[in-house]
């Protein structure tokens, strides 16, 4: 199982970016997918998450009303749309993925199977 990250980058306040987690040697709609974030210093956390079938997503307070999970499981790929960024989001972002046709997202990293590599964004002006 591989999942590969991409979209990171720098961006100043206020922009956008869109991530992209492409998954291969999985069956991609037996998973629900997550979202997590590290920021220097501090441990990583749980940012979004969407279930197996795209119909239940779940946020962090923090990216409410800002950031967008979604997935095409005909692409095998799951994305994070960030808009209105700020400082605060600046981090190493990680796809998930949790075996499983779940109902509900987990939100806690020992729950995910399979990490990608991650993908910096910088938001700074």
């Known amino acids: 199982v591989q999942l590969v990250e991409s979209g990171g980058g720098l961006v100043q306040p206020g922009g956008s970016l869109r991530l992209s987690c492409a998954g291969t040697g999985l069956t991609f709609n037996n998973y629900g997918m997550g979202w997590f974030r590290q920021a220097p210093g501090k441990e990583r956390e749980f940012v979004a998450g969407i279930i197996w079938s795209g119909t239940n997503t779940a946020y962090t307070d923090s990216v409410k009303g800002r950031f967008t999970i979604s997935r095409d499981n005909a692409k095998n790929t799951v994305y994070l749309q960030m808009n209105s960024l700020k400082p605060e989001d600046t981090a190493v972002y990680y796809c998930?993925?949790?075996?499983?046709?779940?109902?509900?997202?987990?939100?806690?990293?020992?729950?995910?199977?399979?990490w990608g590599q991650g993908t910096q964004v910088t938001v700074s002006s």
């Open positions: 998930a993925a949790d075996l499983g046709r779940r109902t509900a997202v987990r939100d806690v990293e020992y729950e995910y199977d399979y």
